[in-house]
């Protein structure tokens, strides 16, 4: 067979295969040409879904004469000149293949004015080949404006695969608002088929996220930063109640939007402990770091990056997003305090303010009937002995006295029925005006929702939730501080992947800290020879390569965590205090400075909230006052 040299235009037109699959992919590498280019406002324009007319205009530094043909050839590009640049890339676009790919399966015009130039200049192009040869004058302002029609009008088997015209267009839109998201000092407009999709101007990074995604991520948002090493991970997270199954995450590397499964499992472990079932963080993330830690010509889409340190920047990221999770009870009322928790303070450190007078009084379980059978050394953790509803009496450690004004909250023999109200203490009320975050307790609802008054308003919490959150970090904390193994009778042979049993050499004496012992005899055979007293070996052919693959890719894993941490949440739910069970008004103070001083005190172990909030203003909006 003989080898043949293949024309430039069919070249252009396989590349063009690789870099534009379809109208997105034009708006994107065209409005990256226009970041690079300095652009402080980027117009596109989309018809028919980008099949028929893509127009991106900017006012960026434009393209001179000299350059202007130039631009249309393959591999021509002003971002790189050697390969000391390319392992350093920090424009937008770089490969010098985007103009001429997309010329070699449309028909573009493209036009440029550069500062000083007495008029702009104009090349017409169809199937590769500059219409006359050479650029003719034109007329507009210092810029560039790129006109894209007929999308693969010269490959008529590409344009068949093409969705429909509403699909491409949400593709575009997609694709702009992520561009939009990571470049808030430019102002952006999204035209399609004559309709105003967007608008939006220069602004802050907050400004921008709200702008293009909603008030949600201003009145329910996260906001979080970290900084290790020149690295700094910053954006929004929702909060866990809003999660949702469909892909909700916003990645940036650099300004440059990146699908990177690392990434995504270290926010899904910083958000594991508060997530409803296979429900996905919501968040927008931006990633800063020095270029030449980040390999960017992976794929040519760029979609893609590697990271020359993956496992210090996962645990920049988990540890990042974990802290802002971890703040408990913030701004609950703005109530007034001796000291206000800092940003990022961890649950601890907000247990070490001083908020009122009222000392925390751990609460101890009140149904253990259902619990799953547990260490009596555990029993400690969830507050004292465990204590049956049918036991008469207070569930307050050291058995406080109720205070005769709560009676009607005490017993549910008493006359009232469970969550009646009685009228609360002046000295509550007094209390609250400067009080802790969640307030001091002024009733029981249903004898489920302690509602209690803080400076800001009502405070309504369900008593459940929150104890069960209060129980789980518990249990968590005293299971962290001593981790029992078994050995077991005969060796469990397993086989994994090369990568995972190399796991075994490089972390032994790690794994053998977590109660997991295990010898490597083979290129891809471990044998497993103890395993931490609380999972047993039933399943561990299943937990086990997960947990060495983690490790390997990740530096860390939570294969061990997870599967302890499912049972003691069991173990927490069934021993919480129960809807029904009436509560002291010590009882409740009690609850309320516990569930302050605790890490994601604000959802209970299945994503569920366990307090909220309703401020003066709003109750005063229900009863019209002040009209």
Not at 65 to 75: K, T, W
Not at 167 to 174: F, I, K, L, P, S
Not at 244 to 262: C, E, P, T
Not at 392 to 409: D, E, K, M, N, Q
Request: hydrophobic content about 45%; glycine content about 8%; aromatic content about 4%.
């Amino acid at each position: 067979m003989t080898i043949l040299r293949l024309p430039d235009l069919l070249i252009s037109q396989i590349a063009a295969g690789e870099v534009i699959e379809r109208p997105a992919a034009v708006v994107r590498e065209l409005v990256e040409n226009c970041l690079d280019a300095g652009a402080n406002r980027i117009d596109v324009e989309v018809e028919e879904g980008g099949a028929r007319r893509i127009r991106v205009d900017d006012d960026g530094s434009g393209i001179g004469l000299d350059d202007l043909s130039l631009a249309l050839e393959r591999h021509a590009t002003s971002k790189i000149a050697a390969l000391e640049d390319l392992e350093g890339v920090a424009s937008m676009g770089f490969r010098g293949e985007a103009l001429a790919s997309v010329a070699s399966v449309a028909r573009v015009e493209l036009t440029s004015a550069v500062p000083g130039a007495t008029h702009a200049w104009q090349v017409r192009v169809e199937g590769g080949a500059i219409e006359g040869g050479r650029p003719v004058p034109a007329a507009r302002a210092v810029g560039t404006t790129v006109d894209v029609r007929d999308l693969f009008f010269n490959t008529p088997a590409r344009r068949k695969f093409l969705k429909s015209a509403s699909t491409e267009r949400g593709h575009c839109e997609t694709v702009l608002r992520r561009l939009a998201l990571a470049n808030p000092q430019t102002a952006f407009s999204l035209q399609c088929d004559g309709r105003t999709v967007f608008r939006v101007g220069p602004q802050s990074q907050a400004e921008r996220i709200v702008a293009l995604l909603g008030e949600v991520f201003d009145s329910a948002g996260l906001p979080f930063d970290g900084e290790a090493g020149g690295t700094r991970v910053h954006g929004i997270a929702l909060r866990p109640e809003l999660a949702s199954a469909k892909d909700q995450q916003y990645l940036f590397v650099n300004r440059r939007f990146v699908r990177d499964r690392m990434l995504a499992h270290a926010i899904r472990e910083a958000f594991r402990d508060i997530l409803h079932g296979a429900t996905a963080p919501a968040c927008v993330m931006f990633l800063d770091t020095h270029p030449a830690l980040v390999d960017v010509n992976v794929h040519p889409a760029k979609a893609e990056v590697r990271f020359r340190e993956p496992q210090a920047l996962y645990r920049l990221v988990f540890h990042t997003l974990e802290r802002a999770l971890a703040v408990s009870i913030e701004g609950a009322g703005g109530g007034s305090a001796t000291a206000a928790p800092a940003a990022g303070a961890t649950g601890q450190e907000i247990a070490a303010l001083r908020w009122g007078t009222q000392q925390s009084i751990p609460l101890q379980v009140a149904d253990s009937r259902a619990a799953p059978a547990m260490p009596a050394a555990w029993r400690a953790a969830l507050g004292g002995a465990m204590a049956s509803d049918r036991e008469a009496g207070s569930i307050v450690s050291g058995g406080a006295s109720t205070p005769a004004a709560w009676s009607g909250l005490s017993s549910a023999d008493n006359g009232h029925r469970p969550g009646s109200s009685a009228e609360a203490p002046p000295q509550v009320a007094e209390q609250a005006a400067e009080g802790p975050p969640l307030g001091h307790a002024i009733g029981l609802l249903h004898g489920a929702f302690i509602l209690a008054q803080n400076a800001a308003g009502l405070v309504v919490v369900d008593m459940h939730a929150a104890h069960e959150r209060i129980l789980y970090e518990r249990l968590k904390r005293q299971m962290d501080t001593r981790i029992e193994s078994q050995t077991l009778l005969e060796p469990l042979p397993l086989e994994v992947s090369e990568e995972a049993a190399a796991v075994v050499d490089a972390h032994g004496d790690e794994l053998r800290a977590l109660g997991v012992d295990l010898s490597r005899f083979g290129a891809q055979m471990v044998a497993l020879r103890a395993v931490p007293v609380l999972l047993g070996r039933s399943d561990a052919r299943r937990w086990l390569p997960r947990l060495l693959d983690e490790w390997a890719s990740f530096g860390r894993s939570s294969a061990l965590s997870a599967r302890r941490d499912a049972f003691l949440a069991t173990c927490a739910c069934h021993a919480a205090v129960r809807a029904g069970r009436a509560l002291s008004a010590v009882e409740m103070d009690a609850l309320l400075r516990d569930l302050e001083a605790t890490e994601r005190g604000g959802h209970c172990n299945h994503g569920r909230p366990t307090w909220r909030s309703l401020p003066l203003a709003e109750l005063d909006a229900l009863f019209m006052r002040g009209r």
